[in-house]
């Protein structure tokens, strides 16, 4: 395997009633900036039980960040923070009010003259500080909850950019499972999705002799294929829902990803999707996997038949038949949990190709994946071969 | 699953010459003390590599720390902390440096009359303060590397007990697999099978619905099958030494116990053996592990079923024909790697029994185990018949 780091000082609270704990685990003389989302929080009862275990705790609020969180809304918290000099970042809501939450914590304490380049020059200019954050999950699928990513859409120029520092690591997550009980079921299916595209991120790549790593995805695949239909057959499976929620966790939480090569091409081809036309994150995931699994197979070829095999069963065949089937039966499985999977059952044409292949160019962008190989003209392929 | 706090961290630096970045690891203004054992790290030039390193840190050293380190020698070590006002511990070594380590650094800061307190009162006045740590890791097995435990010997009175802090994680530690090239193979014959018990401790017990650290725990298991004989086979296997250090650091820090039952009693009596008789560490749980499993197999029988499906691939005969099976290939692995597994392959006769259960009855123990239903009768039948 590669050399690495490993430093993941998330402290996870899991299980039912763990938002009790609330009190011990945010300081006592913070001053709070309370951030969440479209208000489901308020129906849900969430929102109660953290008002309630952070009575006497001095709070202000900021609701609704909306899903890819808008960096002129987070702009505005931002304002709010430095009115109230306020020191302590508590996010309550799904992957976008979290990953807004550690935009808010970084441009709070940002000494550029432009908080915009904590996204668009984020080699350039790493982000230095940030305020403490800390969370409480309502949504399992981005591992937001324990991870120093974020992911920030700018409405005005449909740009989605993402940055990654160990300073907004949150302090602590908060995972009550009981929180998928109540989700509408399209949220669900996104979260199973996003969670095995997270991992296929890390695992589908060539192989480095990495066995832990390789065998952890698989268990976290596995686990989102075992227990993702239980949970939307029966969201009030406790069991269900706590195993779906430690895996999509576990799916992005540096862990499998140490050591080994990693891809993202599919999450940068699917950030343009949702910048252009709105398209749900989790459902870009399964349009374009299958169409770099089926380009990059050379590339690929040992991990997608260790994929095919110890996942999916596939044994009988050449390495094309095999590899054809293995990305038949993935796609059948991002159906099965209800989402799909071309272009064109979103209402999107060819037209987007040339936008999204523009764009990458006019960042300067020659490749991306793991080998850095996946060129401009290849993505329009992958796109090309996911229209209808 | 259960509910359950996960909170580790523990930075890994991992990989080949990770020893070169420890001026960036240790804070440039600490008063080192700087512990190792009998002195294998000047034969085999890692300590070299961090005198290197550290050259214009200030440094004290204490060589000579045992295996399973002795209270009596670590309090020394203490003495010369406090005489040199010295703040930080860096340890190097194995497992047995590194917990005396932990004792080390909570100890200095210890403010009860009685430092041996620390473990025999470990409940009762657990540690509240400890002197920060940082490790380089010469051993895979023990797991110290990314935990807060540490198990201690008082020579006097052949007790050996441990304890564990959040306080004793150490800050940092370097994991370079080039130290197994030169290790002595019953080394890493008793890493290879501490980290396997380990992983069983924590996963063959009851079943709580808890797929992920299942699957876990069972890619740790397969990984040291594969690659523990390997490593025996060629030590200066980087790969295969490389993913046989990863697996045991990953078998002991927390992440596959969380929200699951663990047992330990393979632990509890095995350090008696030690304690009493010198027994390596692993050959201790070899020893007592398969009586264990044999014993108590209503109590573990699903997941004696599932490991012995999923990891020995046995699923013919009744299920004590598989439960049977199943512990004759586990004795078989530990054998296959060069670790006997009876009492009488290192001398020790019946006498032993009693004086074991007669330690834990006067320490007031009724039972131990996941449930705490091994009774001291039972700790007498396991050790009977792992006679001869």
Request: charged share 20%.
């Amino acid at each position: 395997m590669n050399n690495f780091e490993f430093h993941n000082p998330v402290k996870i609270c899991f299980g039912k009633g763990e938002i009790a704990k609330l009190p011990n685990l945010v300081p006592a003389k913070a001053s709070i900036l309370l951030v969440y989302g479209g208000g489901s929080i308020m129906k849900n009862g969430i929102y109660d039980q953290v008002k309630n275990a952070l009575k006497g705790f001095n709070i202000h609020e900021f609701g609704g960040i909306e899903v890819n969180p808008h960096y002129e809304t987070l702009m505005k918290a931002v304002e709010l923070v430095k009115e109230h000099r306020l020191d302590y970042i508590l996010a309550v809501g799904g992957g976008s009010v979290l990953d807004g939450a550690k935009f808010i914590a970084a441009a709070a304490l940002w000494e550029g003259s432009d908080p915009w380049d904590i996204l668009a020059k984020r080699y350039q200019m790493p982000v230095q500080k940030a305020l403490p954050i800390g969370t409480v999950l309502t949504l399992p699928a981005t591992g937001s909850e324990m991870n120093g990513n974020s992911v920030v859409t700018r409405w005005e120029t449909h740009e989605k950019l993402a940055f990654g520092s160990p300073h907004v690591l949150p302090q602590f997550s908060i995972l009550d499972p009981q929180v998928v009980f109540s989700l509408p079921p399209i949220h669900i299916s996104n979260g199973i999705v996003d969670a095995f595209v997270h991992v296929i991120e890390q695992y589908l790549t060539y192989p480095v002799d990495s066995p832990i790593q390789d065998r952890f995805a698989e268990s976290i695949l596995l686990t989102l294929i075992e227990e993702g239909p239980k949970v939307l057959k029966n969201q009030t499976n406790y069991e269900a829902a706590a195993n779906f929620m430690w895996a999509a966790t576990m799916a992005l939480n540096g862990l499998i990803g140490a050591g080994v090569p990693q891809d993202w091409a599919t999450h940068m081809i699917g950030h343009e999707l949702t910048a252009f036309h709105g398209i749900d994150h989790g459902q870009t995931l399964c349009i374009v996997l299958p169409g770099l699994m089926s380009l990059k197979r050379k590339n690929k070829e040992q991990k997608l038949l260790q994929f095919g095999e110890r996942i999916w069963k596939i044994t009988e065949g050449t390495t094309d038949e095999k590899i054809d089937a293995t990305i038949a039966r993935t796609v059948q499985f991002f159906e099965s949990v209800g989402i799909k999977t071309k272009l064109s059952d979103y209402g999107v044409g060819r037209e987007v190709i040339a936008k999204i292949v523009d764009r990458f160019a006019s960042r300067g962008v020659k490749g991306i994946g793991e080998r850095g190989d996946l060129t401009l003209d290849q993505i329009a392929e992958i796109l090309e071969s996911r229209l209808s």
